[in-house]
């Protein structure tokens, strides 16, 4: 459904009397000349090509000590987006423990509703009741201050396949009960987020072919390493999902392009070859780039946590030039050696928390892989700086996780694996890396 066209079925006249007039297309009322717009041919919408992920909202500590967003910094980086050509923002209930919408809210709302499109998903992970999916639902009409979504997202399905899709979509209505909410106008487009398998997913497009669910968008994982290179058990390869959703011209919303950040912050050997081609361009830009050369790619998501990478994200889509065949190949040999790299495939989404036991489970995993990462991880006691590496890696692992959240806490209980959109066998991870610790600890290396 159109802008225009749910105004029309909501009354709402001072909505309509600002709507922009752009050739019969919706779009903000204006568009910087540079931020690279890709249009919804199933709509008009005319979407920035980049889009804010509300997931990794910047944070501070309240009076108490207990972690709040920080709003001043949340504003500023809206007032920055907008202003810059970035009109798509997407969040979720499951956020931020639960804080992400309503940040999301108070800072759009100072901007006019026609500027910019909201994205949000029904998380009902934990309690899938009709009753308790349809008070998230309306809650978040609530914390993001507005009358409608204009994509709306059936969150994280594929593991488990179709039962586990109807346990928390179908038996409960609710399936039912959105398509309705559609047709009143309040969700303009109807989509899910997806991570699992290919045969997963082809369940979900079955149902596309079929009718019995028309996807009016649907958004997936991809990045140059997912796009071949994903576990394929668990979660299927990019390069399919894109193709199966490409031939049925379903646009498509990306997650994860920089895998948690990974993919901006590359070991050093990477990042030599890549400066050796483009001296002046980021890690994060080639990362940025794959994604936005496929043209079935409606919006980008980055989850921005500050000034700096937004205004360089900005200037990669506001100056945005496509991969060349030979470029897609370089970045294929870059992501074969990516997965040579002993990390752990952590995207920093917090899905896992809060541990019952106390353990920073994405914390311990991202201390990990940034000691990979910038080429500090100590592997032999033969290697050469043995003793400055074991001491750096130890004494920042202290300084980044307090000692009674460390890896070493995990009593393996499993509470945190069913919750990883990667799949990631977590407590098997952190055992890992508690060995490692202690390794480094004793000289055992």
């Keep these: ?214 996807w009016d968008f649907v958004q997936i994982e991809m990045n140059y390493v997912d796009w071949r290179h994903a576990d394929g058990k668990r979660n299927a390869n990019a390069e399919y999902l894109y193709a199966e959703l490409d031939k049925r011209e379903i646009p498509i919303v990306i997650m994860e392009p920089l895998l948690g950040g990974r993919l901006a912050n590359v070991p050093e050997g990477i990042v030599r070859q890549m400066k050796e081609r483009e001296p002046d361009k980021s890690a994060a830009s080639w990362a940025f780039r794959f994604c936005a050369t496929y043209p079935r790619v409606l919006c980008i998501l980055s989850g921005m946590t500050n000034m700096t990478p937004l205004k360089e994200n900005v200037q990669t889509f506001g100056h945005f030039k496509p991969l060349t065949e030979e470029e897609l190949a370089f970045l294929e040999q870059m992501a074969i050696q990516m997965k040579e790299y002993p990390m752990v495939n952590c995207t920093d989404c917090k899905y896992c928390m809060p541990c019952p036991w106390g353990v920073n489970i994405p914390g311990v995993f991202q201390h990990y892989n940034k000691a990979i990462t910038d080429g500090t991880y100590a592997q032999s006691t033969e290697q050469k700086n043995y003793n400055k590496l074991k001491r750096a890696y130890l004494v920042s692992y202290d300084r980044a996780v307090e000692s009674l959240r460390q890896a070493d806490r995990c009593i393996t209980c499993g509470e945190c694996v069913s919750h990883c959109p990667q799949s990631i066998p977590i407590p098997r991870e952190l055992r890992r890396i508690a060995r490692y610790v202690e390794d480094l600890k004793q000289d055992r290396l």
């Design 1 to 214: 459904m159109k802008r225009r066209d749910f105004i029309k079925i909501s009354g709402a006249a001072a909505l309509a009397a600002c709507a922009p007039k752009v050739a019969g297309k919706n779009a903000p009322a204006e568009e910087p000349e540079n931020m690279l717009i890709r249009e919804n041919p199933r709509n008009g919408d005319r979407v920035s090509a980049l889009g804010f992920g509300c997931m990794r909202w910047p944070m501070i500590k309240d009076d108490k000590g207990h972690d709040i967003i920080d709003q001043e910094a949340v504003n500023e980086m809206v007032d920055y987006a907008i202003a810059h050509g970035i009109n798509y923002f997407d969040t979720s209930p499951a956020y931020l423990q639960g804080l992400s919408e309503k940040a999301a809210g108070d800072a759009l709302s100072r901007h006019p509703r026609e500027s910019y499109y909201i994205a949000t998903k029904l998380s009902n992970f934990g309690d899938r009741s009709k009753e308790a999916s349809i008070r998230m639902y309306y809650d978040s009409f609530k914390q993001l201050k507005t009358e409608y979504f204009d994509y709306y997202l059936l969150h994280s399905i594929g593991r488990g396949g179709r039962a586990a899709f109807n346990a928390r979509y179908v038996e409960n209505g609710m399936l039912d009960f959105l398509r309705k909410e559609k047709e009143a106008g309040r969700i303009r487009n109807l989509g899910f987020s997806f991570h699992g398998s290919a045969k997963e997913f082809d369940g979900f497009m079955e149902m596309y072919d079929s009718g019995e669910m028309v």
